[in-house]
């Protein structure tokens, strides 16, 4: 194999993500309740990838659908609540599409949990109708950690896994 679970950037992350999607369900089969599937995510995504330095769910708030609130994540202590428009997290929800950011520091309006956190990736998940329910936020702590090969696969993952 070119990789290794432990590589900081494996050679072939399209292959990492690929095994990581086959392991999270396999571990997810026959389990639906939805904060369990969270936290599995986010612990399996955590462990896979030395980069990542924070996984974790931002959940839409079923009293206020226009803001998210903290759910499942692995890493250091999350900000509780963001508005939709806020943040990466809040922009990626209000638009339900995938935020990219190479450089926390330079995006306006970035929220800063912690300084370590250098670059991220914001994905939208969706339930089985198509109804947004929280995004997923991976943060590393290198500058520009995050790529296409990135999104795709996370896309990909959460449609299996919350809207299959
Ligand atoms: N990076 C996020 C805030 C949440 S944390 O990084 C855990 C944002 O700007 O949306």
Wanted: net charge negative.
């Amino acid at each position: 194999m070119a990789y290794t679970a432990r590589d900081d950037r494996p050679a072939d992350k399209a292959a990492r993500y690929a095994e990581l999607e086959h392991e999270i369900l396999a571990v997810l089969d026959g389990e639906p309740n939805r904060v369990a599937r969270m936290a599995t995510v986010a612990a399996m995504l955590a462990d896979a990838f030395p980069l990542f330095f924070w996984t974790g769910f931002y959940v839409v708030d079923p009293d206020k659908t226009d803001e998210l609130v903290v759910g499942p994540y692995q890493g250091t202590l999350g900000c509780m609540r963001i508005a939709f428009g806020r943040g990466v997290c809040g922009t990626a929800a209000r638009d339900r599409a995938t935020r990219i950011v190479d450089d926390v520091h330079a995006f306006p309006d970035h929220i800063a949990c912690d300084a370590s956190s250098v670059s991220e990736i914001v994905v939208p998940v969706f339930d089985a109708a198509g109804e947004l329910i929280a995004v997923f936020d991976v943060d590393a702590t290198e500058k520009a950690a995050f790529d296409a090969i990135d999104a795709a696969a996370l896309e990909r993952m959460m449609g299996k896994v919350f809207a299959a």
